[in-house]
């Protein structure tokens, strides 16, 4: 098991400033808007993301004040994309509790994620850096034209590998590549170091992501069963695409024709998530996982120098794969 402390080592303080910093944003005199915070600040993750930035900043060679506020500004807009996110897809629960539009309603989620959003924004603009301004705003762009993306494949359902990589690239991938381009940015790297920066970001998202996609065809250890979540929303990910391009046609027809139908009773699915594991579905999607972690580790070794702020990001694509949730 990886050591989270470990990770963080090398950039420890500026973690603790980040936390400082993220802890108090976010203030409104806005009653609805101050109960909606509290609720998200209950609910926050493991700041994986502003972790990396900071990481890499550090590997950069250095973690000045602006690493610190940019690593909050893309938590915050990574926070927004989450409340915009279980709206469209009509989720209820995050990390085992009760979601913003569950406790309040869509209209408010939606206008809190615009609040955060726009702070988030607003903090861009004050590290005075036209690039990560601009940085910032395409990942807006992408973020939202991979969810419509993300819409348009299960309304249609639309089942190539390709189109999930599209998906995958302008929503995770985008976020984790502008966190590493943009603590190289802050460190006051070479643009060459930032290119690389942001695509060693864009393989771990390739990573993450996918790690996600495979805990949905096994046991939630609160419920006991396959969760199949993705499925439910029409959302055909990696390890069933590899399943049903690999089956011959009799074999596959009728897991397409629940697809089609979007016939997803609880058994059905049942019978999608055994069909996908049966199929080699995981063992394909971790390879391909595993494969663009080892393309983001030859990366980083070969642009960064030896240092233990470039060992924490190894050890970082390390935890984002062999995570447990």
Do not use: W
Request: aromatic content about 6%; hydrophobic content about 45%.
């Amino acid at each position: 098991m990886i050591d989270r402390n470990q990770i963080e080592h090398p950039v420890s303080e500026a973690f603790k400033r980040f936390q400082a910093e993220f802890e108090p944003a976010l203030q409104s005199e806005v009653e609805t808007i101050r109960s909606a915070v509290e609720t998200i600040r209950r609910s926050n993750g493991k700041h994986i993301r502003p972790l990396l930035l900071l990481l890499t900043a550090k590997a950069c060679g250095r973690v000045p004040e602006a690493s610190v506020r940019a690593a909050v500004l893309l938590e915050l807009l990574h926070t927004a994309s989450l409340i915009h996110d279980d709206v469209v897809d009509e989720t209820k629960q995050r990390r085992g509790a009760l979601s913003l539009n569950a406790i309040h309603d869509n209209r408010v989620a939606v206008l809190v994620g615009d609040f955060i959003l726009a702070d988030s924004l607003m903090r861009a603009l004050q590290l005075e850096n036209l690039q990560i301004v601009g940085i910032m705003a395409k990942l807006c762009h992408d973020m939202a034209e991979g969810e419509i993306k993300q819409l348009e494949n299960a309304d249609k359902v639309i089942l190539t590998e390709m189109d999930y990589f599209v998906v995958l690239e302008k929503k995770t991938a985008a976020l984790l590549a502008s966190c590493t381009q943009i603590g190289a940015i802050t460190a006051g790297a070479s643009a060459e170091v930032q290119k690389t920066a942001g695509t060693f970001g864009k393989l771990l998202g390739y990573c993450f992501q996918i790690r996600d996609d495979i805990f949905d065809y096994f046991e939630d250890s609160r419920t006991g069963k396959p969760s199949g979540n993705d499925l439910r929303e029409g959302k055909v990910t990696l390890p069933l695409l590899y399943a049903l391009e690999k089956a011959s046609p009799a074999e596959k027809a009728p897991y397409m024709e629940m697809l089609l139908k979007k016939n997803f009773t609880p058994d059905h699915i049942a019978a999608l998530l055994r069909f996908a594991r049966e199929k080699g579905g995981i063992e394909y999607a971790e390879a391909r996982m595993n494969e663009y972690r080892e393309q983001a580790a030859r990366i980083i070794r070969s642009t960064l120098p030896a240092s233990e702020a470039r060992d924490s990001l190894l050890l970082l694509a390390d935890y984002l794969v062999e995570r447990s949730r």
